[in-house]
C-alpha cells in the first residue's frame, strides 16, 4: 500500500470520527471517538515521519487528556438532553453542506496534483525532537517559561485548596 493512500486513509477516519464526535448524542462515544480521532491524527504524523510528535499525541492526547474526560463524563452522570425539533434539521443540513464541502476540496486536492504537497528533501524533520527543542528555547522561550508558570501557579493552587477542605 502506498503512503499518500495511507495518508488519505487517516485522514478520513480522523475527519470521519471527528464529525461524528460532533454528531453523536452519547458523551462517551463521543469521547471514544475523539480517542479515535486521536491515533489516526498519530498515524498521520507516522507517516510524516515526526514520530515525537506522534508519541505525544498518544501519550498525552489519547491517553491522559481523553482518560480525564471520561473520568469527567461518567462523574457527572449527563444525561441525554431532547434537542430541539426545529434545531436537528438545520444541523442536519448543514452537516451535510459541510461534508459534502469537504469532499469536494479532496476531490479538488486529488485532481490537482499541486508540488506544494511534498515534502522537501535534507534538514530536520519539523515534528522532530531537536527541531522542537530548538523552538522551544530560542524562538518561544517566553510563551514557554509563561505557560510553565501558568502551571506552576495551577497546581499550587490546587494543593491549597485541596489542603484547605482537609
Request: proline share 2%; hydrophobic share 65%.
Amino acid at each position: 500500500m502506498s503512503l499518500p493512500l495511507l495518508f488519505y486513509i487517516a485522514a478520513l477516519i480522523a475527519v470521519g470520527s471527528a464529525v461524528l464526535v460532533v454528531l453523536n448524542k452519547n458523551v462517551v462515544y463521543s469521547a471514544l471517538l475523539l480517542v479515535l480521532c486521536f491515533f489516526s491524527l498519530a498515524i498521520i504524523y507516522l507517516l510524516l515521519e515526526a514520530y515525537f510528535l506522534a508519541v505525544l499525541e498518544v501519550f498525552i492526547y489519547a491517553g491522559a487528556i481523553m482518560v480525564l474526560f471520561l473520568f469527567v463524563i461518567m462523574l457527572l452522570n449527563l444525561g441525554r438532553e431532547k434537542a430541539l425539533e426545529h434545531f436537528k434539521y438545520l444541523q442536519r443540513g448543514l452537516s451535510i453542506f459541510l461534508v459534502v464541502l469537504f469532499f469536494l476540496g479532496v476531490f479538488l486536492l486529488l485532481l490537482n496534483d499541486s508540488s506544494a504537497l511534498h515534502q522537501p528533501e535534507g534538514g530536520f524533520s519539523a515534528g522532530g525532537v531537536y527541531s522542537l527543542g530548538e523552538a522551544l528555547f530560542t524562538k518561544y522561550l517566553l510563551p514557554f517559561e509563561v505557560a510553565s508558570l501558568l502551571l506552576l501557579v495551577a497546581l499550587i493552587g490546587t494543593v491549597y485548596l485541596a489542603k484547605r477542605k482537609i
